[in-house]
Nanobody
């Protein structure tokens, strides 16, 4: 069993930056795939960024978002720069104990989820 707790969400102006964190407990996550997904109101949950042996991003956040992990803290981060109103969503982190070979991860690939943290970008 793994518990994931996101933090760091909030309200930010367009063009600003925010870093969200995902702290894991119950299991060491350093060897597993960790991903960030988001769900905007009225839309389906979508993949944002993932990290396993490499890093992966959806096209709309490439060059603006950076995923990283601190294995000593069992924590994954998502640094978000140049935020846009379209980035407004609840951001979820998730862990997968499977082998993910795709560059665009799917929700069904993930095994445990956090409850999410809300990021609101005002235009």
């Amino acid at each position: 069993q793994v518990q994931l707790v996101e933090s760091g969400g909030g309200l930010v102006q367009a063009g600003g930056s925010l870093r969200v964190s995902c702290a894991a407990s119950g299991r060491t996550i350093s060897n597993y795939a960790m991903g960030w997904f988001r769900q905007a109101p009225g839309k389906e949950r979508e993949f944002v960024a993932g990290i396993n042996w490499g890093t992966f991003y959806r096209d709309s956040v490439k060059g603006r978002f950076t995923i990283s992990r601190d294995n000593a803290k069992n924590t994954v981060y998502l640094q978000m720069n140049s935020l846009k109103a379209d980035d407004t969503a609840v951001y979820y982190c998730a862990v997968s104990f499977r082998l993910i070979t795709a560059t665009l991860w799917q929700s069904r690939d993930m095994d445990y989820w956090g409850k999410g943290t809300l990021v609101t970008v005002s235009s």
